[in-house]
């Protein structure tokens, strides 16, 4: 018989994260354990991890929903019970999912034991993340990431004055050429449906990788004439977030056809999630490429584990090992643009 149970960990940022959302000082996020009760001292772990405002978890009934879970853990050991009954809470199922993948390999936080991240220490080159604020503070950001080293770096952008964005963008690219150093930005949804194709317009100047998100989810029709007509390649983000059934995932690369797309675990269901996004961009031809979602070093690892199992070229989003005070001990180790296993 298997025996769950959880506790709430209040995660302090270093510095505040600016966000087109807002700024962020605190999160809250849920660690389950899952043991069988013959072998008590084996226990699996996992991270629920429900983004404020923006995971479709992000409900007053989510604690209790996971008491009752860890409460019935015996009834989900099939996977496909497990996700249906849990498929409108994405990070919860994640976390239930993370800990009994933990199980099975030992409980040792190995849960792709096969992976070359985890079986040849094969390192994941990484995005370094630059988070928004004033001009000063992005610019000082910008130097201490190529100053370590990195060669692609995202900027969040929408929160200050568009054309002082401009401007920082333009100073990188007058030191750096688009060889020398790629560029994404992800502006969160920040920019209206009238004066997107404009702002587009301007950033292609900028020698851009891509664009995250543009305009608010939800819009599917202007994001598929946006991504028709684009000078700049567009990865959809937050508009992966809801759409739960295999049908519904289709339905909407097919119809917006965007030039890549962004799988954060958390809010997609988990690594199954993820999966029948890969497949059917897969069948699309659209690339992606993986992000953490503010996790912890628990859920990081994890998902840094499962990115390694698919070798995408492309740098990934796992560089948020280092944003909190209190995070938990952790066998990853980054070393410039490259994030290593060290267990």
């Avoid at 962020?24 to 991890?49: A, F, H, M, Q, S």
């Avoid at 080159?125 to 990431?145: A, D, H, P, T, Y």
């Avoid at 977030?241 to 289709?250: A, T």
Wanted: charged share 25%; hydrophobic share 40%; aromatic share 10%.
């Amino acid at each position: 018989m298997l025996k769950a149970d959880y506790f709430s960990h209040t995660l302090i940022f270093k510095q505040p994260g600016g966000t087109s959302r807002g700024v962020l000082k605190e999160k809250k996020i849920w660690i389950v354990t899952v043991w069988n009760e013959e072998y008590p001292e084996v226990k699996g772990i996992g991270e629920c991890n429900p983004l404020v405002g923006l995971s479709i978890d992000d409900v007053p009934e989510f604690e209790d929903k996971l008491k009752w879970t860890c409460a019935h853990i015996n009834r989900f050991t099939d996977e496909d019970v497990l996700a249906e009954e849990l498929k409108f809470f994405p990070s919860l199922f994640f976390g239930i999912e993370m800990a009994l993948l933990d199980l099975r390999n030992g409980g040792k936080q190995i849960y792709f034991p096969i992976s070359p991240f985890v079986k040849y220490k094969q390192p994941i080159k990484i995005n370094g993340l630059i988070w928004m604020g004033e001009k000063e503070f992005m610019l000082k950001q910008i130097r201490q990431k190529l100053e370590n080293g990195f060669s692609c770096i995202k900027l969040k952008i929408g929160a200050i004055d568009f054309w002082d964005e401009i401007e920082l963008l333009k100073g990188i690219r007058d030191k750096y050429s688009e060889e020398e150093l790629e560029l994404r930005v992800d502006a969160n949804g920040a920019f209206s449906v009238e004066d997107a194709q404009n702002k587009l317009e301007i950033l292609s100047q900028m020698d851009l990788h891509s664009i995250e998100q543009p305009i608010k989810a939800g819009q599917v029709i202007d994001m598929q004439k946006l991504c028709e007509v684009t000078p700049l390649d567009i990865a959809l983000d937050e508009e992966l977030i809801g759409v739960i059934e295999l049908k519904e995932k289709r339905k909407l690369l097919e119809t917006v056809l965007p030039q890549y797309i962004i799988l954060k675990p958390s809010l997609i269901g988990g690594f199954r999630g993820t999966r029948e996004w890969i497949s059917v961009a897969g069948e699309l031809g659209i690339p992606w490429w993986i992000t953490s979602a503010l996790e912890s070093n628990i859920g990081l690892n994890a998902i840094a584990q499962f990115t390694s199992t698919f070798n995408n070229p492309l740098p990934q989003g796992l560089g948020t090992g280092q944003l909190y005070t209190n995070n938990f001990d952790s066998k990853l180790e980054l070393r410039g643009e490259w994030l290593y296993w060290m267990g």
